[in-house]
């Protein structure tokens, strides 16, 4: 069975400041990792996805992650937030082969608050 | 292409009556999930729809049921509101479910608060 683990409920950045969201996975399998961007009484939008290949994935609004198999890790990471990335984040993860959204494990959730 | 639309946006109902939230999916989109979002539970899968059948069910009681018509737009019922009902329903369509990467695409959602 697979699981993700978000280890922040909360993180507060000055905004221009660099942040990263950690988010760890559990698999006997391989994986696919994702991360979602939901803004305030929106649905979930994909920033970045990891399939295969490259371990450094760049997403969209400046986002990138990376892949690290040996720490079970897929953490989303900015240079220089803004007011407008203030929203919650989620991490998930499936597997090749299991072509369904049942399978799609979401973590809890990290809600980025950005301070002027 | 348009995205996702979840129709209606706020509802408000109290405890014993049904409720039924509409999903339309992207043009050429076939397969469509459904998930209850809380607070306290974090996103839960509901189910999942593709060409008109149920391919798989989460872990929720029988008065949540759901239907896909034959042009992808997608239906969830709730029968006999619980106030723990009350939540934010998400639907997610995917081009047809069988590329093993499963990218959905969320559509607003329906906040669904029973009183």
């Known amino acids: 069975a697979q699981s993700v683990t978000q280890l922040d409920s909360q993180v507060p950045v000055f905004e221009e400041a660099p942040v990263e969201l950690r988010c760890n996975y559990s698999?006997?399998?391989?994986?696919?990792l994702f991360w979602y961007v939901q803004y305030p009484n929106q649905g979930l939008q994909l920033l970045l996805k990891?399939?295969?290949?490259?371990?450094l994935v760049k997403g969209i609004n400046g986002f990138e992650a990376e892949f690290n198999k040996s720490q079970t890790s897929f953490h989303l990471r900015k240079p220089s937030v803004h007011i407008s990335d203030t929203a919650e984040y989620f991490c998930?993860?499936?597997?090749?082969?299991?072509?369904?959204?049942?399978?799609?494990?979401f973590g809890s959730g990290t809600r980025l608050s950005i301070r002027p | 292409k348009a995205g996702v639309t979840q129709t209606p946006r706020y509802l408000i109902k109290t405890r014993g009556q049904q409720v039924t939230l509409s999903c339309s999916p992207i043009?050429?989109?076939?397969?469509v999930s459904w998930y209850q979002q809380t607070p306290g539970q974090g996103l839960q899968f509901l189910f999942e729809?593709?060409?008109?059948?149920?391919?798989n069910k989460g872990n929720f009681p029988g008065r949540f049921s759901g239907r896909q018509f034959s042009n992808s737009r997608s239906e969830m019922n709730v029968s006999t509101l619980e106030l723990g009902d009350s939540a934010l329903y998400l639907c997610?369509?995917?081009?047809?479910?069988?590329?093993?990467?499963?990218?959905?695409?969320f559509g607003p959602g329906t906040r669904l608060t029973v009183t």
């Open positions: 997610a369509s995917s081009l047809d479910g069988t590329s093993g990467t499963y990218e959905q695409y």
């Open positions: 698999s006997s399998v391989s994986v696919y």
């Open positions: 990891y399939l295969s290949g490259s371990t």
């Open positions: 998930a993860v499936s597997a090749p082969g299991y072509s369904s959204a049942s399978k799609i494990i």
């Open positions: 043009s050429g989109h076939r397969s």
């Open positions: 729809y593709f060409s008109e059948t149920q391919r």
